[in-house]
Nanobody, 126 residues
Framework: QLQLVESGGGLVQPGGSLTLSCVGS????????RAWFRQAPGKEREGVSCISSSGSSIIYADSVKDRFIISRDNAKNTAYLQMNSLNPEDTAIYYCAADPSRSCPADIAIYLFAFWGRGAQVTVSS
């Protein structure tokens, strides 16, 4: 059975950077779209970014554009989220997701991805 495991979360100072990783196990995710979501306390879950199976299509939430970079390494069955210029508003639990749709949905916020990780805490604070 497919499992997704996030790593790389932690405490970061404002303005700092952090990179999350999401390793899939069980079977190949080469043909799956992969995405990152986050949810802060008292807030709705937010779609952060998505990358298509080929990597040719990428989307970002407006809140993270120009600061975050999503990527994937199919040989390692891994997706990444590089986060730069972090601010306290980025504090949240970050979830990795994957879906066999291959492409990214037009509205990542309302699409239910098939597979999810358990989440990784990212805290931005001084």
């Amino acid at each position: 059975q497919l499992q997704l495991v996030e790593s790389g979360g932690g405490l970061v100072q404002p303005g700092g950077s952090l990179t999350l990783s999401c390793v899939g196990s069980g079977f190949s995710l080469d043909y799956y779209a992969r995405a990152w979501f986050r949810q802060a306390p008292g807030k709705e879950r937010e779609g952060v970014s998505c990358i298509s199976s080929s990597g040719s299509s990428i989307i970002y939430a407006d809140s993270v554009k120009d600061r975050f970079i999503i990527s994937r390494d199919n040989a390692k069955n891994t997706a990444y989220l590089q986060m730069n210029s972090l601010n306290p508003e980025d504090t949240a639990i970050y979830y990795c997701a994957a879906d066999p749709s291959r492409s990214c949905p037009a509205d990542i916020a309302i699409y239910l991805f098939a597979f999810w990780g358990r989440g990784a805490q990212v805290t931005v604070s001084s």
